[in-house]
């Protein structure tokens, strides 16, 4: 059984910073690509930042310059780093990840259960 489990939600001040951290846990042969997803009240969910295993990564347009995603491989983590918050960063974010298992010779997509990012003074 694979977990991913995300923590460091919260609320803060417009211009403020928080740093969500994701774990990923369980009988894992390896990970691929891993990020973080949002999803606003009343919107679609999207992608906010993506790394592979290899380090490479992509953003949001809209958090670019913002935010920082960084995992390190041998903890099975992945962190995203926001800065300079906006009240339209408002959202749950999921934290996503390609794991291959003893049970599948390719990786599964699994998503943790969202931790709530609220910007509001």
């Known amino acids: 059984q694979v977990r991913l489990v995300e923590s460091g939600g919260g609320l803060v001040q417009p211009e403020g910073s928080l740093r969500l951290s994701c774990v990923a846990s369980g009988n894992i042969v390896s990970i691929h690509a891993m990020g973080w997803f949002r999803q606003p009240p009343g919107k679609r969910r999207e992608l906010v930042a993506r790394?592979?295993?290899?380090?490479?990564?992509n953003y949001l347009d809209s958090v670019k310059g913002r935010f920082t995603i960084s995992r390190d491989n041998a903890e099975n983590t992945v962190d995203l780093q926001m800065n300079s918050l906006k009240p339209e960063d408002t959202a749950v974010y999921y934290c996503?990840?390609?794991?291959?298992?003893?049970?599948?010779?390719?990786?599964?997509?699994?998503w943790g259960q969202g931790t709530q990012v609220t910007i509001s003074s």
């Open positions: 790394i592979t295993s290899g380090g490479s990564t």
């Open positions: 996503n990840a390609d794991i291959v298992t003893p049970l599948r010779n390719w990786a599964y997509n699994y």
